[in-house]
């Protein structure tokens, strides 16, 4: 199974990029967007054969929103988390399997005033507790862009953001807590390294330097981690300020 997981910084952006090209020579089984910024109704678009496309859109227009393509049809669709306060803007999907669950996930950000930290916290805490609930039922596959760096060598200066929004102890613990819980972070069971990163700001060439930060993941519960194949950052593949991620299971 091919999984890919990409913020697009707007579905209707990538669209006018070449996203249709990619995606049709990618061939993922299961495709996650992050920030799709659209309801299907405003999406006038052929989509390929062979995939389903389940969206979970935010209540207000043109922001955050998450889309799961998969060619295969799930056994059951959830969308949200079960929790109100954090249901409204369209984060969470999950997509229910015969062998797992795969949930897409667009993580709030805590904002560069960090006014929004307080929500991140809660949103961690209560993203995780429903992880786990899943967990007990069957392996969860989680993915997306979590809009946190979790290490230092997950972005190329930490020291000069070490209390920036993305970087703060407060949201790198919420990330610990997932591994805590027993999930892999799947790039690192194969490239233990730096210089590793899926987002670049839009500025100073910071793409072309490779300044940037590891803030899209593929995580996994333990009892699947013998059946992962591969675990990739696809760099070139370009149209957002995100790259995709990808993970292939036997």
């Known amino acids: 199974m091919k999984l890919i997981s990409w913020n697009v ?11 249709m090209d ?3 020579k990618a061939k993922p089984d299961i495709l996650c967007v992050q920030e799709s910024r659209a309801f299907p109704e405003q999406v006038d678009q052929v ?33 949200g988390i079960g929790r109100a ?3 409204r803007e369209g984060r969470v999907l999950t997509a229910e399997f015969e062998d797992y669950f795969v949930v897409n996930a667009y993580v709030p950000n805590a904002q560069r005033s960090l006014a929004r930290l307080p929500f991140r916290q809660k949103w961690d805490r209560d993203f995780l507790a429903y992880l786990k609930k899943l967990k007990r039922r069957k392996p969860v596959v989680f993915c997306g862009d979590f809009n946190v760096a979790h290490t230092e060598i997950d972005l190329a200066n930490p020291k000069a953001n070490k209390n920036t929004h993305g970087f703060t102890p407060e949201e ?3 990330f610990g807590a997932y591994v805590k819980a027993g999930f892999v972070d799947t790039f690192r069971e194969f490239e233990p390294g730096g210089g590793h990163y899926t987002w670049w ?3 100073h060439n910071a793409r072309e330097r490779n300044i940037g930060w590891r803030l899209d993941y593929v995580l996994v519960s ?3 981690r013998p059946r992962l194949k591969s675990a990739s950052i696809l760099t070139q593949v370009m ?4 790259c995709p991620v990808s993970i292939e299971l036997k």
Not at 9 to 19: T, W
Not at 66 to 76: E, Q, R
Request: charged residues 25%.
């Open 172 to 174: 790198r613990a919420g």
């Open 239 to 242: 149209g957002s300020d995100h």
């Open 85 to 87: 306060e954090h249901n």
């Open 201 to 203: 700001s839009n500025m």
């Open 47 to 79: 989509w390929p054969r062979g995939y389903q496309m389940h969206w979970n859109p935010a209540e207000k227009k043109g922001y955050s929103g998450v889309l799961t393509f998969t060619k295969s049809t799930p056994k059951k669709i959830i969308r």
């Open 9 to 19: 910084n707007g579905l209707r952006a990538v669209l006018r990029k070449g996203f």
């Open 22 to 24: 990619w995606l049709k």
């Open 222 to 224: 333990e009892d699947l």
